[in-house]
C-alpha cells in the first residue's frame, strides 16, 4: 500500500508555506501544476475505481474535475497578464 504522508518530505516548510510558494508562481507555470495535481488524482482515482472503491474514485474525480476547472482560469489570467509582463 502506497505511504501517504501529511508532508513534503523534501519540502522544509509548512504545507501553507508550500501553498503560499506555489501560488506566486507565473500564471502559466502555476496552471502546469495544477493540470498535473489533476492528472495525478486521476490516475488514483482509476486505480481506486479499480480496486472497487466507487466512492472514494468519485470524489478523487470530482477533485481533478475542479483542478482542471481552476486550471483553466488560471490559464485566462495568464492571457490576461502575460502581454503585461
Same mark, same amino acid.
Given at each position: ?23 506566486? #508562481? ?7 501544476? #495544477? ?20 466512492? #472514494? ?29
Amino acid at each position: 500500500m502506497a505511504l501517504h504522508r501529511d508532508n513534503i518530505e523534501r519540502y522544509p516548510g509548512t504545507l501553507i508555506e508550500l501553498a503560499n510558494e506555489i501560488g506566486d #508562481l507565473r500564471y502559466d507555470a502555476l496552471a502546469e501544476f #495544477l493540470h498535473a495535481l489533476a492528472a495525478k488524482l486521476t490516475k488514483d482515482a482509476t486505480a481506486d475505481a479499480r480496486r472497487g472503491r466507487a466512492r #472514494l474514485a468519485t470524489a478523487l474525480q470530482g477533485g481533478a474535475a475542479g483542478l482542471g476547472a481552476a486550471a483553466a482560469e488560471v490559464e485566462r489570467a495568464w492571457a490576461i497578464s502575460a502581454p503585461h509582463m
